[in-house]
């Protein structure tokens, strides 16, 4: 029997500014949905090759790309609003692969109020990895975690443009 895989965000987090590509955000998604609940601290989260490979569509096709792939993912910056302040992170810290065999990757300490003792905090958004995986695009994928994160309040949900921008990291003045 197949187990299915959750993601679990904090709202902060689904309502910060990123912009990654769609298979860096099947691979980040597919290392979010390995933490555990149960996590007080990240350890490394093993993706296998096989799998990567299947989720990517075979669009990395060995180490260097996969490599190319975690420094994107490592490089690349969330922004979170706290009233009037802004932080950044990276999402991960570092990573090893094992060629043909696994990835372990770690998660940047600084992420850890963002995905760790979410039932605690209680404002989380939480979906199925399936549900993203078949999507096209990354902005899809934000799409779907901004509409999911509005789901509980069971009405239609309002977005100013500006903000909906921001949130998918396209600049300023772009259509």
Same mark, same amino acid.
């Given at each position: 029997?197949?187990?299915?895989?959750?993601?679990?965000?904090?709202?902060?987090? $689904?309502?910060?500014?990123?912009?990654?590509? $769609?298979?860096?955000?099947?691979?980040?998604?597919?290392?979010?949905?390995?933490?555990?609940?149960?996590?007080? %601290?990240?350890?490394?989260?093993?993706?296998?090759?096989?799998?990567?490979?299947?989720?990517?569509?075979?669009?990395?096709?060995?180490?260097?790309?996969?490599?190319?792939?975690?420094?994107?993912?490592?490089?690349?910056?969330?922004?979170?609003?706290?009233?009037?302040?802004?932080?950044?992170?990276?999402?991960?810290?570092?990573?090893?692969?094992?060629?043909?065999?696994?990835?372990?990757?770690?998660?940047?300490?600084?992420?850890?109020?963002?995905?760790?003792?979410?039932?605690?905090?209680?404002?989380?958004?939480?979906?199925?990895?399936?549900?993203?995986?078949?999507?096209?695009?990354?902005?899809?994928?934000?799409?779907? %975690?901004?509409?999911?994160?509005? %789901?509980?309040?069971?009405?239609?949900?309002?977005?100013?443009?500006?903000?909906?921008?921001?949130?998918?990291? $396209? %600049?300023?003045?772009?259509?």
């Amino acid at each position: 029997m197949k187990t299915e895989r959750h993601v679990r965000k904090s709202n902060i987090f $689904v309502e910060g500014r990123y912009r990654f590509g $769609v298979n860096e955000q099947r691979i980040l998604l597919s290392v979010i949905s390995k933490i555990k609940i149960s996590d007080v %601290e990240f350890k490394p989260y093993r993706l296998q090759w096989k799998y990567l490979k299947k989720i990517t569509s075979n669009h990395y096709k060995n180490a260097d790309d996969f490599n190319s792939a975690c420094e994107r993912l490592k490089n690349k910056t969330v922004i979170i609003r706290d009233g009037d302040k802004q932080h950044g992170f990276g999402f991960l810290s570092g990573w090893t692969i094992e060629p043909g065999k696994w990835i372990d990757f770690r998660v940047d300490p600084c992420m850890k109020e963002m995905l760790l003792d979410l039932l605690q905090e209680g404002k989380f958004t939480l979906y199925k990895l399936e549900c993203i995986l078949g999507l096209g695009s990354s902005y899809s994928i934000r799409l779907y %975690e901004l509409l999911k994160a509005n %789901e509980w309040k069971q009405q239609p949900v309002e977005i100013r443009l500006d903000d909906l921008k921001w949130k998918l990291g $396209v %600049e300023p003045g772009k259509k």
